[in-house]
């Protein structure tokens, strides 16, 4: 999901360069989205993830 994240990002920098105004927008956006959905699944991975030792 990180990676989709990052694709996205160069996307919306690209168009923004060409000057895609609307694309870049749309892209941004989506990098946003998809950056934070997957800040929220690492953490929830990471405390969910911590088992004690088994005995």
């Known amino acids: 999901?990180?990676?989709w994240a990052l694709t996205f990002?160069?996307?919306a920098l690209i168009?923004?360069?060409l000057g895609f105004g609307m694309?870049?927008?749309?892209?941004?956006t989506i990098a946003k989205v998809?950056?934070?959905v997957?800040?929220?699944?690492f953490i929830i991975?990471?405390?969910?993830g911590r088992?004690?030792?088994a005995v």
């Open 23 to 28: 694309v870049a927008g749309t892209a941004a």
């Open 51 to 53: 088992r004690g030792p």
């Open 9 to 11: 990002l160069i996307i």
């Open 38 to 41: 997957f800040l929220v699944l």
């Open 34 to 36: 998809l950056f934070f």
């Open 15 to 17: 168009a923004g360069a």
């Open 1 to 3: 999901m990180l990676g």
């Open 45 to 48: 991975g990471l405390v969910l």
